[in-house]
């Protein structure tokens, strides 16, 4: 009987990594979960997951950590501008800085030789603008200005500490490179220099599902990367059946989604078929980013990308109908 391996992951009560969690358990892998929070509400215990509270810019705090018998280790903690009520840039440096080399160093105590980080795409943003797919080991750099800017610093810089430690000590490490992961959470509201907003797909998901009218900004044809956490946590699971090296990869599913389609697919799947919402166009106002990613590399890990944009849309609804309050 193959004797399955155990996987730490750190920043495991956020939605990405409950999801990451769950899906690794899932998959028979002896899954233990790692967060700042003091309690995870009882949710990995429904799953038999152990869980861990463990303030990573803290190194002491490791020693409450299993000490041997770790294999691979999943990194997606860290402070976010979108969860950061007001602008400490401090504690960008902390977590991720300080709290990557942290992780780094008591994986190699415990001789796990794996890592999965997750990096941020604000060091890509010059790039953006173009149809053509931007190449995951594109130069990295970072924002100059906005509140995105210690925190794609920091994010850099981790990613500089685990190369080293892959040249150092033989660490094979798959660094992610994240575009927003679609994924239900009850809380619609995210942050933006401090400031409390709607996050833009929950508002016009809201609108849709009260029949109300929605403008649609500058450019229709405007196109993004739209990633499903589903999509997500497959990709996440290559990267650990993986006895390759590792590198850099960008996380996509290869197909852009315009501005217009983003809408209308909206208004299909949550807008009442009596009193669907109407689409205003207001061309005068900025478009949305445009980008898309070249996942060439993802996808030899083996991944095959399941939801599109409309079926990510139903589960989405599903995931909102069976979990109105997730206890994460």
Known sequence: MEIMQT??????TGSVGAYTAVGLKDLGYNVIAVAHRKSDNGMFEDYGIPYYSVDISNRHAFDVLPQSGIDQVVHFAGAMPARMKSYQPHLYVETIVEGTLNVLEYMNKVGAKKIIFAQSISDILYKFGTSIPIDPDTERRFPLTGDHAVYSISKNAAVDLIEHYHAQYGFSRFILRLPTIYVYQPNPFYYVDGQQRWMGYRYLIDRAMKGKPIELWGDPSSEKEIVYVR???QIVEKCVESEDKGGIFNVGNGVGVSMENQIRGIIKVFSPSTHPSLVTYRPEKPSSP?????????????YVPKYDYLSYLEDFKKEMRINPSLTL
């Open 231 to 233: 999509d997500f946590v």
């Open 290 to 302: 445009h980008f898309r990613l070249d996942i060439k590399k993802t996808l030899a890990l083996g």
């Open 7 to 12: 996987i730490l992951i750190f920043g495991a």
